[in-house]
């Protein structure tokens, strides 16, 4: 929506009510509430509430907030606000509907940001937050902080982020946040570095601190991963993170020493036999590379790794009628990857089924046109690119 047809919606729903509220959700979506009296928020009664609707706190943890407090972080503005910023602004009336005819133009455009950004000098603090009694000065820049990021506003979350480490600066909660925040602006080293204090915090932020970790460049995970495994936590996620970390440098030794940690805590997690059977396979031992890929698949593993080192397990084996079906199901699961999608043609080719195999040769070469290898497959075949 334009900024002109953002603005003549907002001025003409402010001079319908006497009392209005505007609250932005995630980035372009704006709720505004009109009543016909000044609307109250009663936070002892909404956290008793909440405190019964398990539902409700579920889907709230799914946008990364804590307590029905953090609601306030998506509070705009009221109606004083919401019409200085409309000042001018057509109306959009029965008489004169404008926005029917105006709004199409701007579809296919992107003016989330121009919008929030006009619409940013005019943001008022919630009229109901001052309240001491409710909540510490830390807990509010927290719950703001929560609320600024679920809804995409970066630059305000962190500032409310880095208010609540100021007034509490020995809470690792705060530093999660604060990370979460830069891996969302992809400053991964203050991530990383927010991400430790939060563990210095106490061994219980692991978990937390390990949900991030993937979102790290190598180095920054590393030694993330390592301060976990210094705090004692039994955890097989840092062991395999190292151990991966090492299989990718081709350091077998240490990845099996990191591994065999984790099988130590969960033997028969479909993760570490997974990790093993990769291991194995890395290093030439085919055969007991894939008893242990599909002991990971009877024990619950369904991700498109483990559907592709199945396919390069077959493959090396020559069980080309087992390739084709575990490379299908790898596609399922990641229908862009080039380098899968050749390997499937491959296996079909060596089954004798050439138009199975063209077409998926076909298929790479419209992925990526300088494929070498997908162009000498189809010639292979006597078809022409």
């Known amino acids: ?32 509430v009109g009543s016909l009296r000044e609307l109250g928020f009663d936070y002892p009664r909404l956290k008793k509430r909440f405190s019964e609707m398990g539902v409700l706190r579920e889907d709230f943890k799914k946008l990364g907030l804590s307590d029905i407090y953090a609601l306030l972080g998506f509070y705009r503005m009221g109606r004083k606000e919401l019409l200085a910023f409309a000042e001018g602004a057509d109306l959009n009336t029965d008489d004169s509907a404008r926005l029917e005819y105006s709004a199409p133009r701007s579809l296919g ?9 006009l619409f940013e000098s005019f943001v008022a603090d919630p009229p109901w937050g ?7 000065r830390a807990r509010h820049h927290y719950y703001m902080g929560q609320a600024f990021h679920a809804s995409g506003w970066s630059t305000r979350a962190l500032k409310e982020a ?33 991400a430790e204090k939060a563990l210095l915090s106490g061994a219980e932020k692991a978990k937390e601190v390990l949900a991030l970790a993937d979102d790290f460049y190598t180095t920054q995970a590393e030694k993330i991963y390592r301060r976990i495994v210094r705090t004692g936590v039994k955890e097989i996620s840092p ?19 990191w591994f065999q940690q984790a099988a130590e805590i969960q033997p028969k997690h479909p993760g570490v036999l997974f990790a093993l059977g990769r291991l194995q396979l890395a290093k030439g ?8 890929l599909l002991e990971s698949q009877e024990n619950g ?31 399922r699961r990641n229908r862009r990857n080039v380098a899968w999608r050749l390997s499937l043609a491959q296996a079909l080719g060596r089954l004798g089924k050439v138009r199975e195999a063209e077409e998926k040769y076909r298929d790479v070469l419209a992925l990526d ?3 070498t290898e997908a162009w000498r497959g189809l010639s292979g075949l006597g078809k022409r690119f």
């Open 369 to 371: 046109s300088s494929s």
């Open 285 to 292: 031992n085919d055969a007991e590379a894939l008893t242990l």
């Open 162 to 194: 880095e208010q609540a480490i100021r007034f509490e600066p020995g809470n690792g909660d705060y530093y999660l946040l604060r990370a979460k925040i830069l891996l969302a602006q992809d400053k991964t080293a203050e991530a990383a570095e927010a």
């Open 239 to 257: 062991y395999l993170g190292l151990g991966s970390i090492a299989l990718h440098r081709k350091d077998f030794s240490a990845a099996q020493r």
């Open 1 to 32: 929506m334009s900024p002109d047809d953002f603005r003549m919606v907002l001025r003409t729903f402010g001079e319908s009510f006497p009392f209005v509220t505007v609250w932005n959700l995630q980035e372009s979506d704006f709720l505004l």
């Open 301 to 331: 593993e369904d991700s498109a790794a483990l559907y592709s080192e199945l396919g390069e397990a077959y493959s090396r084996l020559k069980q080309w009628e087992k390739v084709v079906p575990a490379y299908e199901a790898a596609l």
């Open 130 to 136: 001052s309240n001491s009694e409710w909540v510490s």
């Open 109 to 117: 455009k992107s003016t989330s940001t121009l919008n929030r950004k």
